[in-house]
């Protein structure tokens, strides 16, 4: 009996002390795990686009009220900054941009022996941006003012045969917008394609020598593709490495 209460007594105290022991000894924290900061469409960008732009110059004379113009078209390229900020799912932002393009045409008007020549050497506009994401994908609507150099030229004609008016310069404003896809390849760079109409308003032009007024009206379409590249004025932490 004697043996077996010193037996029992020696198994308590034994647990006890086990248990103390343990206590004492150092509890190993697992090491720290870096994540990555989940991909948003907010910040400062910037990027170039190249594309095709196409559209019509209606030309009003006098004698001729509904003459159909020239069918412009040409290479439109430039460069672009904005700002993104997104909330859930909806992106909002601005967006400039400035082109320079081939986009020009001549175009002979028949009832006054008239040859009317329209180009664009430089464009650009200032538009606003919405649109949903689908994580790395944008599908957005974009629309504002559009801004552009347009020259004009007559040549016989209204401008008096063998005369020609000189390059007439106008600096128009209108309107633009169009739609577009966006996708992020990595968190700071991404490529979009879009389209945009553009109608850059009217514009009377006294022709010189006759002194006849010809109004246009000059509108356009483009396809463009583009990349941005977005900065991080916030740049996430540098990787915590665990230490033994």
Known sequence: MMIRKTF??????AALTSG???AD???????????????TWTGLYLGAQIGYAWGTNNTSLPTVPAFTGSNLSGVTGGVHVGYNYQVNQIVIGIEGEGNGTSFSKSAFEPITGT??????????SIRGRIGVAWDRVLLYATGGVALADVHNSYFGGIATSPYSSSDIVNSRVGWIAGAGVEYAMINNL??????????????TNSVMLTGIPAT????????????????????????VVAKY
Request: a neutral charge.
């Open 115 to 124: 040859i009317i020549n329209t180009s664009i050497l430089i464009e650009g």
């Open 20 to 22: 103390a022991l343990a």
């Open 216 to 239: 246009n009206h000059l509108t356009e379409n483009a396809v463009r593709v583009g990349v941005s590249y977005k900065v991080d004025l916030n740049p996430p932490p540098a990787p």
């Open 8 to 13: 029992l007594l020696a198994v308590a105290v």
């Open 190 to 203: 991404s490529v979009r394609t879009e389209y945009r109409y553009a109608d850059l308003g009217h514009q």
């Open 25 to 39: 000894l150092p509890f190993r924290q697992p090491p720290p795990i870096y994540v990555p900061p989940l991909f």
